[in-house]
């Protein structure tokens, strides 16, 4: 039987959430039914290391520098004079051509550099937004799918456009199915569930390659994430304060990176939490941080599945999380953690009650101790089967 070929693509391979579930997605798919390649938007590849080795991959090295091309320059130049007289709406309509102009010409450089007359049986767009209208646009396939990783309805008249091209919507969960339904009733009939998975036995093995000493007698907490407005470090920080005006005496390893960093330390040596907050860097195997901490926090404003969550419950954590979609989704009050409102009183309140509440703190992790996840591989690679092949 011949193989058929199956494109993969995504933005980059930096540490994160989606990046870590394409991983496992490697492993899940039938590489004797399938050619596989994995395409990489940027040539950002941290994880690149974790690939499955069976898939083919493939890295843009674009040289070009869009910025200094002629017709980029003449915008650039419109831009400034336009600013220079206070022209507002000229000036936001003169920086969206220029990002659509330069967005266009670097997607036909891919598409000419890596694609050029090549057709594929099935093309997937691993990412909703512009990785996306690259593979509407400028890939060849018989067949087109899209993931979608978040739970808020972005660049939602985009979509609109280029849904009609795609066969199939890959939503992370029910709850998650059902938004997409209601932001793309046209597309209700398009779209599958495939969750996302973790596995257990490569996070302990690799929770132990490295040994974090949590300074004696106090609690340690762990949020691991990209610092971006959306994850939400900024209520870590001022539910930290909220803790330590209480009286808590804890340690929170901020574990990542990112263009809010800068703003996150000014906030933290506002509040005199220094020695509360240690901002670790990027780490490209986060689980140590995660196996040191008593509990695992997720600040975020939105989360469609955050793998963090399901993560932190397989080293055995309880997780304090907002009540984003994916929060709701994964956490159960009680059981293996609690939601609270997304803002910082309501975090540093639930944190509160698993460092001072004993009982039920032993609870849950005696509930997560008990949980068995040995058959969701084989119901992952199911999800995949079905959505390559229905």
């Keep these: 039987m011949d193989k058929k070929s199956l494109l993969i693509v995504i933005p980059h391979l930096t540490i ?11 492993k899940a798919l039938d590489y004797d039914k399938y050619d596989v390649t994995l395409y990489l938007r940027k040539n950002r590849t941290n994880l690149l290391e974790f690939v499955d080795k069976r898939a083919n991959v493939i890295v843009n090295t674009d040289p070009h520098h869009y910025y200094r091309k002629s017709y980029a320059v003449a915008l650039q130049l419109k831009i400034m004079i336009n ?3 206070g022209r507002k709406d ?18 036909q450089y891919e598409q000419k550099a890596y694609f050029n007359f090549q057709k594929f049986d099935i093309a997937i767009a691993y990412v909703q937004g512009y990785t996306s209208l690259f593979v509407n646009k400028y890939v060849n396939a018989d067949e087109k799918i899209i993931f979608y990783h978040t739970s808020a309805d ?18 992370l969960h029910e709850d998650q199915r059902l938004l997409l339904e209601k932001w793309y009733p046209k597309h ?5 569930v495939v969750e996302n998975y973790t596995d257990q036995e490569m996070i302990t093995v690799q929770s132990k390659e490295k040994e974090i000493k949590v300074p004696k007698g106090k609690i340690a907490l762990c949020s691991c994430g990209r610092f971006t407005p959306v994850k939400g470090f900024d209520l870590a920080v001022e539910s930290a304060r909220i803790l330590k005006d209480n009286g ?18 000014k906030l933290i040596k506002e509040y005199n939490l220094s020695e509360n907050i240690i901002i670790t860097g990027m780490q490209k195997n986060p689980y140590p941080y995660m196996a040191a901490c008593d509990i695992y926090v997720q600040p975020s404003y939105e989360e469609a599945m955050p793998v963090t969550i399901l993560e932190a419950h397989r080293l055995n954590k309880p997780v304090v999380s907002t009540a984003t979609v994916g929060g709701k989704k994964l956490v159960e009050n009680g059981k293996n953690g609690f939601v609270c409102k997304i803002n910082a009183f309501s975090l540093a309140e639930s944190t509160e009650k698993l460092i001072k509440d004993e009982k039920t703190y032993s609870d849950i992790v005696n509930n997560l ?19 390559l092949e229905e």
């Design 188 to 192: 209700k009939s398009k779209i599958l």
């Design 83 to 85: 600013k220079f007289f």
């Design 16 to 26: 994160g959430g989606v990046q870590k579930t394409l991983i496992s997605a490697l």
């Design 90 to 107: 000229a000036v936001a309509a003169l920086n969206k051509e220029l990002a659509d102009r330069i967005r266009d010409d670097s997607m």
């Design 248 to 265: 808590n005496d804890f340690v929170w390893y901020f574990v990542g990176d990112g263009p809010e960093k800068d703003n996150l330390i």
């Design 369 to 387: 101790k008990n949980t068995d996840y040995s058959h969701e591989f084989e119901k992952y690679k199911e999800q995949w089967k079905n959505l």
């Design 154 to 171: 972005e660049l939602h008249e985009m979509h609109e456009l280029i849904l009609p091209g795609f066969d199939k919507i890959a939503a």
